[in-house]
């Protein structure tokens, strides 16, 4: 057990770790196989037990490979489309990306900043984005928020759970792990219960609006009627004045 302990540490402790945080995470934005979080976790949980590595410099590496993925992802969206990978063409990978077209048409910051959290959404959400044309403009500093958020709550988890076992180095990074695989189920469930609570009450509110414009409609409809009836009051001409007549003495 102290022989695993002291080769994780060791790795902790290896220059190229932070490099393969920024590689990580940045291929994680456009590819979905690859742990990035899983890393981010455990280097953080590390670091909350014994030191290192530097979870500052874990965090800013991860925020800058996430964002650099993410943009990666929209350019690969937006010169070959969707249609070409297969894991986005069925099962899942086809529901993130229908959800993903729904979200950028609704709501595009609030769905940007969730994706993240729920299987091939963050994936997904990139790749149609630059596959539907979402304006770059506005997909950058959304994606620049959104990574921020998921690289610090990403270090979170790993810094709490490694300082609950500070002296037992492998089992704060397997709490860690743990933790981190559990928050995301329960947050992914959230996020999907808010996104289907804001569609429910847009759909609401549209079916609102369009029975307001039929009402409306139809009020219209009856008063064109009515003008045009025969015998009505609003149909007949409007009446000469009355002439005097002249009265012969």
Not at 69 to 81: A, E, M, P
Not at 88 to 112: C, D, I, P, Q, T
Not at 141 to 167: D, K, P
Request: charged share 20%; proline share 4%.
């Amino acid at each position: 057990m102290n022989l695993i302990e002291d080769w994780i540490l060791s790795l902790a402790d290896a220059w190229w770790i932070y490099m393969a945080v920024y590689v990580l995470s940045a291929f994680d934005g456009f590819f979905p196989a690859v742990p990035s979080e899983s890393v981010i976790v455990t280097l953080s949980s590390l670091w909350s037990s014994s030191g290192r590595p530097l979870i500052w410099l874990v965090a800013l590496l991860a925020w800058a490979g996430a964002f650099t993925g993410d943009n990666v992802g929209y350019l690969i969206g937006r010169t070959v489309g969707t249609q070409r990978f297969r894991f986005l063409r069925e099962g899942k990978g086809k529901v993130a990306v229908e959800a993903a077209e729904s979200g950028l048409n609704k709501r595009a910051l609030l769905f940007l900043m969730t994706a993240r959290y729920i299987p091939f959404g963050r994936t997904a959400v990139n790749l149609v984005a630059g596959a539907v044309h979402y304006p770059h403009r506005k997909f950058w500093h959304r994606s620049l928020a959104s990574t921020f958020v998921w690289a610090v709550y990403s270090c979170v988890i790993g810094a709490v759970a490694g300082a609950w076992f500070e002296n037992h180095h492998l089992l704060a990074v397997t709490v860690a792990l743990v933790l981190a695989v559990v928050i995301a189920l329960v947050v992914e469930r959230l996020v999907t219960a808010l996104h289907r609570a804001l569609d429910a009450r847009a759909e609401r509110r549209e079916a609102a609006e369009d029975a307001l414009r039929a009402e409306r409609r139809t009020a219209a409809e009856e008063e064109a009627r009515a003008d045009a009836e025969p015998g009505s009051p609003r149909g007949l001409p409007d009446s000469p004045d009355p002439v005097d007549e002249e009265i012969t003495p």
